[in-house]
C-alpha cells in the first residue's frame, strides 16, 4: 500500500475515530441477534432449527461478497466501499426490526450479511491508510479491537434490550447506529486515501484476484480453520439459547455474561497471539496447538457448571484471538496476498470460512432440535478438529530456509487484524 498525502494529526485522529466507532456499531450488528432467541421464540415462533438458518443468513450474505468487495475496493476506492457498506448494513438491520415471520427475517440478516462483507476490508486499508509506513501498528490494534468491544456490547446489550423492550428495538438501534455512521463519514473521512489505481476488472483479475484464486496455501489455510471460526462463533451465538434450555434458573444476564466473557478476552488474545506467531519457528503449528485444545474445550460446554464455563469461555476467547491473529498474519507473508493484494487474500481467506460456517451455524441448530445440545456441541467440537490436518498444505512457515529468506526481505512489523470480521 502506498502511502497517501500526509494528513494534520486533527484530521487523522477524526478519521480513525470515526471509522473505530463504526466498527463498533457494525460488530454490534453481527452480535445482537445472539441474545434474542428467547423473545423471538415467544413472539413470532421462531424454533431453533430456524434461529439457526437466520443466523446462517447473515453469514452466507457476509461470506458471498467477501471477494466482491474486495474487488470493488481495488476499483472505486477503500472510502466509498466503505460508506456504501455502512448504507447497506445499516437499511437491512433496520429493516429486520420489522419481520413478520422468521423467513423476512432471515432474509433482511442476510443482506445485512452483505454490507457486513463490503465493509472490512476496504475500511481496514483506509484506516491504514491514513497513517504512514512505520505508525499503522498501534491504530490498527485498536481498530480491530473495535470489533470485540462493539460485540460485547451488541451480544449483552441486544438480549437485555430484547428481555425488556422486544427484539424489534434491539435490532433497530444497531442499524439505525449504522446509518448515523454512514451519514457522519463524507465529513470525517478524507477523499483520495486508500485508493489504488487499477483500471479495469480484467487487471484486477489478473495481477490480484488470479494469483490468490489458485492458491493452493490460501486455500488449505482457509478450509484448515474453517471449523475453528465455525465453532468459535456457535459458542457465542447459541450460548444464550443454550442456557435458557439447559440451565432455566439462570437470568439473561447472567446467561450471556459468559459468551461476553469469550468476547472481552479476544481483546488481548490477538496481539499476543502476533507476538508468539511472529517469534514462532511454525506458525502452523502454533494453530495447530490452540486448534486442538480450543476443540477440546467445546466438547466440554455441555458437562460443565457456571464457574466451570467462565474459565471455559474466558480460555475460548483468548484463543480465538491467537488464533486468528496467526491464521491473518500467515497471507502477509505469502508472495501472492502482500503488499496491495493483501485484503483481497484476507477476503478471500474470510469468505471461505464464513460461508462455511454458516452452514455449521444451521447444522448445529438441526442438531440441538433434534437431539439436544450436547449432541450439537460435540458435533461442533468434531468440525472444529477434523479440518486442522490440512494445515500441512500450507507452504512458507514451517521453519524452513525459504520463508527464513523471504521474512528477512519483507517488511517487520506487520500486525495483523485480531479477528478480522
Given at each position: 500500500m502506498s502511502d497517501p498525502a500526509p494528513l494534520d494529526r486533527t484530521r487523522r485522529r477524526e478519521a480513525a475515530t470515526t471509522l473505530l466507532l463504526?466498527?463498533?456499531?457494525?460488530?454490534f450488528n453481527w452480535y445482537n441477534i445472539g441474545g434474542l432467541s428467547v423473545p423471538l421464540a415467544a413472539t413470532i415462533g421462531v424454533t431453533t432449527f430456524e434461529f439457526g438458518v437466520v443466523l446462517g443468513a447473515f453469514l452466507i450474505g457476509a461470506g458471498l461478497f467477501q471477494v466482491p468487495a474486495g474487488l470493488a475496493a481495488l476499483r472505486w476506492g477503500n472510502r466509498a466501499t466503505s460508506l456504501f457498506a455502512l448504507v447497506l448494513m445499516g437499511g437491512f438491520s433496520l429493516a429486520s426490526a420489522f419481520s413478520p415471520n422468521w423467513i423476512v427475517l432471515a432474509a433482511f440478516r442476510f443482506g445485512a450479511g452483505a454490507g457486513a462483507a463490503f465493509f472490512f476490508a476496504p475500511a481496514l486499508g483506509l484506516i491504514a491508510?491514513?497513517?504512514?509506513?512505520?505508525?499503522?501498528?498501534?491504530?490498527?490494534?485498536?481498530?480491530?479491537?473495535?470489533?470485540?468491544?462493539?460485540?460485547?456490547?451488541?451480544?449483552?446489550?441486544?438480549?437485555?434490550?430484547?428481555?425488556?423492550?422486544?427484539?424489534?428495538?434491539?435490532?433497530?438501534?444497531?442499524?439505525?447506529?449504522?446509518?448515523?455512521?454512514?451519514?457522519?463519514?463524507?465529513?470525517?473521512?478524507?477523499?483520495?486515501?486508500?485508493?489504488?489505481?487499477?483500471?479495469?476488472?480484467?487487471?484486477?483479475?489478473?495481477d490480484a484476484a488470479a494469483p490468490i484464486f489458485r492458491s493452493r496455501s490460501i486455500w488449505a489455510l482457509a478450509l484448515a480453520v474453517s471449523g475453528l471460526w465455525a465453532a468459535y462463533y456457535v459458542a457465542a451465538q447459541y450460548f444464550i439459547a443454550f442456557a435458557s434450555a439447559v440451565h432455566p434458573g439462570w437470568s439473561v444476564a447472567v446467561a450471556a455474561a459468559v459468551p461476553v466473557v469469550m468476547i472481552i478476552l479476544e481483546v488481548p488474545g490477538g496481539p499476543i497471539?502476533?507476538?508468539?506467531?511472529?517469534?514462532?519457528?511454525?506458525?502452523?503449528?502454533?494453530?495447530?496447538?490452540?486448534?486442538?485444545?480450543?476443540?477440546?474445550?467445546?466438547?466440554?460446554?455441555?458437562l460443565l457448571g457456571l464457574p466451570g464455563l467462565l474459565a471455559l469461555f474466558g480460555f475460548l476467547g483468548f484463543a480465538d484471538g491467537v488464533v486468528f491473529a496467526v491464521l491473518?498474519?500467515?497471507?502477509?507473508?505469502?508472495?501472492?496476498?502482500?503488499?496491495?493484494?493483501?485484503?483481497l487474500g484476507l477476503a478471500f481467506v474470510n469468505s471461505i470460512q464464513i460461508f462455511l460456517g454458516s452452514l455449521l451455524a444451521i447444522v448445529f441448530g438441526y442438531i440441538a432440535g433434534m437431539w439436544g445440545y450436547e449432541a450439537a456441541w460435540?458435533?461442533?467440537?468434531?468440525i472444529a478438529l477434523a479440518p486442522l490436518p490440512l494445515l500441512a498444505w500450507v507452504s512458507?512457515?514451517?521453519?524452513?530456509?525459504?520463508?527464513?529468506?523471504?521474512?528477512?526481505?519483507?517488511p517487520r512489523g506487520v500486525r495483523a487484524p485480531s479477528r478480522p470480521m
Open positions: 463504526a466498527r463498533i456499531v457494525y460488530a491508510s491514513y497513517y504512514p509506513s512505520g505508525s499503522r501498528g498501534p491504530i490498527i490494534g485498536l481498530y480491530n479491537s473495535g470489533f470485540s468491544i462493539g460485540s460485547g456490547i451488541g451480544l449483552f446489550g441486544g438480549a437485555l434490550i430484547g428481555a425488556s423492550y422486544g427484539w424489534p428495538l434491539a435490532l433497530a438501534v444497531g442499524g439505525i447506529g449504522l446509518l448515523v455512521m454512514a451519514a457522519i463519514g463524507p465529513f470525517t473521512l478524507p477523499r483520495g486515501a486508500g485508493r489504488v489505481a487499477l483500471p479495469s476488472f480484467r487487471r484486477l483479475w489478473n497471539g502476533g507476538w508468539i506467531g511472529e517469534r514462532a519457528v511454525s506458525m502452523r503449528l502454533v494453530l495447530l496447538v490452540w486448534g486442538v485444545v480450543s476443540a477440546v474445550g467445546i466438547f466440554a460446554i455441555p491473518y498474519l500467515i497471507p502477509s507473508y505469502l508472495p501472492e496476498s502482500r503488499g496491495e493484494t493483501l485484503a460435540w458435533f461442533a467440537g468434531v512458507g512457515r514451517g521453519g524452513d530456509a525459504t520463508y527464513v529468506r523471504a521474512r528477512a526481505r519483507g
